[in-house]
């Protein structure tokens, strides 16, 4: 991938909006178990960093997928997984699909605020009994008239107590597995609609997670995105934008718990020398560092490929399950070398580790992305 | 209306400054980035202009060498031009020099506001604004923290020790800023793909009818005779309470005629 001058000055300025808009306060959204969402993403979209790549017509900058890297890269600095975790949702996550297959009503309606950080957007699709099994959801929506009649249960919802609207995966047909589902808009003024409860979380905390509830909630069939009955398979090519991001993020966050778990290393004295001295920390932060640099090099190839416009599935897969499992091993050596202070709160390490440990599971188990492969490989015997 | 921003490019502060062992000079032949401190000129100028309704933001700078890293950051945040004045002669410029300059580069814009930073990160003499107001012949306000423009008026708030002075001037006027005036804005992605195409205006100090005996090392009334490292700073004193810590404390800030 090829990075100018413009891809630099473009990282400054996300550098200096965390630097100044997030950083600051990331300790005490942490403490607050959430962060106020509609007040960090007006400054988002005022930079132009809510819609990278969407179309100028409704306030996206029009930059190609390459700035989305950068972005990605840049908000794994944050000293936290949540926040950035959350501002994926809006722009990677919740609004790829609509951008790409909504109509323009349904954009200027929904997208062109949400770029613009006015409104705050969650992909809602895991449910109690479905979640890395997708065709397994039971949240229906059963048409009436112009309306949708939404019943059910969505769960893990980031950003779902402050969200303005969902991109909400449902049944619209008795079909069954992953035929007869579709994506719609749903606002979450809707009655019917309520957040159930706030769940609290092993990390990530700074970003608010919910189980919301859907009884007899009715939007208008307008509010559908892209074709009815089509919702998995746009869900599916949505889901690559999650994991490209995820990928990018972990890059970015491995390196900052790399470069900061160096530093502590150089300065921590033990058995008269720095801890450095020791050829076993040598290796390991060698070897880590040489990890991070081949998952940052395959995400721009893969990054490439999505310019190209190819199918990245396989490509994206293996990035994210490449990023999760690095980031576990980075966390774990950085908890290891920082000893007893790591282990306290006072230091980023302990938030980093139980941070850390999301990737693996969100946005698609390891055994999702593997069972992908396994698949796309030829292994799956179908036995 | 028109203002002209003097905006610097000045080596990245995160990275270690070096000195010339020869001139004592800050080196300056890396990458140049915008000062901090300018950064809030231009906001300040582009929201001036455009509650004015019209008009466009025009920065003006001297570099030893050609380089516009800065400028384009400024540019991408939306300022229309930029007059860069680099040329070799300009190499060991005081702050009188470098006035000259700028003044002369000032000129040829003919704003109706000149905006700067109250002082440069990099060189911290906080001369030069003024020294750009006497020759341009203009008024200068040091120090806002607040910018109005009424009309043909600056209307400002200057910032002293003890609070704040109102301060009018009629335009055209020279107005230096402090962090804080605005908060300035980052360049979107579109900033930055439109600063691309944006003009530089690149001229020698012999464009604006200056020789070597006026700038550059030739015209320097000021030389640096030496360069002594700072004094290393040494521990604080711990107070360790035993009832009275509050009284030593208080003890310790009358001696620094704090309370």
Known sequence: MQFTEEHEQFR?????????????????????????????????????????????????????????????????????????????????????????????????????????????????????????????????????????????????????????????????????????????????????????????????????????????????????????????????????????????????STSYALERTEAYVRQRRVFGAPLLANQSVQFRLAELRAEVELLRQFNYACAEAYVRGEDITRMASIAKLTAGRLARSVADTCMQFHGGIGYMEETWVSRYYRDARLLSIGGGADEVMLRILARMDGLDTGL | MNVVVCVKQIPDPAAPPALDPGTHNLVRSGKLILDDSDAYGVEMALQLVDAAGGGEVTLVSMAPNGETSGLRTALAMGAAKAILVSDETLAGSDALGTAKVLAAAIRRAEPDLVIAATESTDGYTGTTPVQVAELLGLPSVTFAKKVEVDGQTVKVERQTEAGYDEVTSPLPAVVTVTAGVVEPRYPSFKGIMAAKSKPVDTLTAADLGLDGSQVGVGGARQEIVSVVEAEARSAGEVVVDEGDAHERVIQFLEQLKIL
């Not at chain 1, 936290?80 to 200027?108: N, W, Y």
């Not at chain 1, 949400?114 to 397994?136: L, N, Q, Y």
């Open chain 1, 12 to 252: 400054q300025t996300v550098r200096g909006v965390v630097e100044r808009s997030i950083a600051p306060y990331v300790d005490e959204w942490e403490e607050a178990g959430s962060f106020p969402a509609h007040q960090v993403f007006r400054v988002l979209g005022e930079a132009g960093l809510l819609g990278i790549e969407y179309d100028p017509a409704y306030g996206g900058q029009g930059a190609d997928h390459s700035y989305t890297a950068v972005l990605g890269e840049e908000l794994g600095r944050i000293d936290c997984g949540g926040v950035p975790m959350a501002i994926s949702v809006q722009t990677d996550m919740a609004t790829p699909a609509l951008h790409r297959f909504g109509s323009h009503e349904l954009k200027e309606r929904y997208l062109a605020p949400a770029i613009r950080g006015e409104h705050v957007a969650s992909i809602a699709v895991t449910e109690p009994d479905a979640g890395s099994d997708v065709a397994g959801l039971r949240t229906r929506a059963v048409r009436d008239g112009d309306e949708w009649v939404v019943n059910g249960t969505k769960l893990y919802i980031t950003n779902g107590t402050q969200a303005d609207w969902l991109c909400l995966l449902v049944r619209t047909s008795d079909e069954g597995g992953f035929r007869g589902m579709s994506q719609i808009v749903f606002p979450t003024d809707t009655p019917g609609f309520s957040v159930s409860r706030k769940l609290d979380k092993l990390g990530n905390r700074s970003s608010d997670t919910a189980e919301l509830s859907f009884v007899d909630a009715r939007v208008p069939v307008a509010n559908t995105i892209g074709q009815v009955g089509m919702g998995f398979q746009q869900q599916m090519a949505q889901f690559q934008n999650e994991r490209m991001i995820a990928s990018y993020l972990a890059v970015g």
